[in-house]
């Protein structure tokens, strides 16, 4: 297969997958939303076909990018994702873990408080935001300048990082489903964990809730160390609080 094709199949590939991932985890998430919580997105239908429709342009630039990235690692040799488990000590793999989810949330953290800002919001988060409450469609649901900036980090890392393949799969689906919990307007999650240790450090749908809120606060994607050390926690939304006592 010559260079252009190769290239090609790679990008259309990747987002096929980045494409129905997201109807399968969020359609699922849905399904179980109309089961547990009934009459939560009854009124909701527009706003999910939105969602459906900016949640698709996104997936063709995460897929794009993605496909990018797995051209250069299958034809150029240029990325560091590597497949023989052998090739770092056992404990590299879940620290490559650990890594890569904190550098995904640390950029996700400032890109999300940059895109706050009243120019920036209205030309581009606006889109995220536009909904009467998140819903667990809204998860992908970005204008294609921030879909640009959310999607350029991991690619980016696999030129730096060393990770096996296998595990960046497993971020990939952290990601996913970080994503799409977090948006479903209700906490999926016990509350002894959103309430204990746990919850005190990573980020549910009650945490990111109160982001939907308020606007200005709460701006982490899997962990709330960021908030934390800059001020921006502002706690759990107190309507999901109370769902979980």
């Not at 259309?12 to 109309?34: C, K, P």
């Not at 819903?135 to 990082?161: D, K, Q, R, Y």
């Not at 990939?172 to 209700?186: C, D, E, Q, R, S």
Request: hydrophobic share 50%; proline share 4%; net charge positive.
């Amino acid at each position: 297969m010559s260079t252009p094709a190769a290239l090609l199949v790679a990008l259309l590939a990747t987002t096929v997958i980045v494409a129905v991932r997201y109807l399968l985890v969020s359609g699922a998430l849905h399904w179980l939303t109309l089961r547990l919580r009934p009459g939560h997105v009854a009124d909701l239908g527009a706003q999910i076909r939105r969602e459906i429709g900016w949640s698709m342009s996104a997936a063709a630039i995460y897929g794009a990018l993605g496909g990018l990235m797995l051209w250069a690692w299958h034809h150029l040799g240029a990325t560091r994702i590597y497949t023989d488990w052998s090739a770092f000590p056992w404990w590299y793999a879940p620290l490559s873990l650990a890594v890569y989810l904190l550098v995904h949330d640390t950029w996700f953290y400032w890109t999300h408080r940059l895109l706050h800002r009243p120019a920036l919001f209205r030309r581009y988060h606006a889109v995220h935001h536009a909904g009467r409450r998140p819903t667990a469609w809204t998860a992908m649901s970005f204008h294609p300048g921030e879909s640009l900036v959310g999607a350029a980090i991991l690619p980016a890392l696999v030129f730096v990082v060393p990770v096996h393949v296998a595990v960046l799969g497993l971020v990939l689906t952290i990601m996913t489903v970080f994503g799409a919990t977090n948006h479903l307007g209700w906490e999926i999650f016990p509350g002894r964990l959103v309430k204990g240790p746990v919850g005190r450090w990573v980020i549910t749908a009650s945490h990111h809730q109160r982001h939907h809120e308020n606007y200005r606060c709460n701006y982490g994607l899997y962990f709330r160390h960021w908030d934390r050390w800059c001020g921006t926690d502002r706690g759990l939304s107190a309507a999901l609080g109370e769902e979980k006592g």
